[in-house]
């Protein structure tokens, strides 16, 4: 099993209102910049600890800005070149179609018995023109699939949720109320996660 890095973007405007983003690309705030450099830090850190070579693992992220923004902030933590990464379109954030710019409560009112139900199956209910958590799960496991060796990734807590029930870390019951820490490291690896902080 490939190891793997993985850092959810850092906070945007939108994260700090509770607006659903999806693929919506908002671009990183001020904290979401401290956060990202934490986190590369804090891979630096890991790094040292297992005698790790940066240059020895792929780099990849979402195509979303704030995914972008934060690979880069990452990869100058580590001191490695800002923009030599790849984009892998199957990391990109869960499309919540018709609720992005919406907050749950906001959602609640504008589509209150879709809400009911997806709260109740939020792994297979997609919101109206989106996404369900099934969908994101298949193109995660199909990317996770196709990887040459241990990687860092930067992506999305909806796509960090389907990569954990993927690799049979959660179960979509408890993985669809985790929540995805910004500016923290999570490793996987044979078969475990652990996340620093």
Known sequence: ???????????????????????????LNDLGRKQAAQAGSILADLFARDGRC???????????????STMELVREALGLPPRLYQVDDRLREIGYGR???????????SDPELYVRRQAEKWTIPPPGGESY??????????????????????????????????????????AELTIEQGAVYVFNDGGLSKYS
């Open 54 to 68: 940066e240059t020895s693992l792929e780099f990849v992220a979402s195509p979303l800005c704030r995914a972008r």
């Open 1 to 27: 099993m490939p190891v793997i890095y993985y850092i959810r973007h850092g906070e945007t405007e939108w994260n700090a209102e509770g607006k659903l983003q999806g693929m919506r690309d908002i671009p």
């Open 134 to 175: 099934v969908q994101v799960q298949a193109r995660v496991s199909d990317w996770y699939d196709q990887l040459r060796g241990d990687t860092v990734a930067v992506a999305h807590g909806g796509t960090g949720r389907a990569l954990m029930v993927a690799l049979g870390i959660e179960t979509p019951q408890t993985a």
């Open 99 to 109: 609720w992005e710019g919406a907050t749950l409560a906001e959602t609640e009112i």
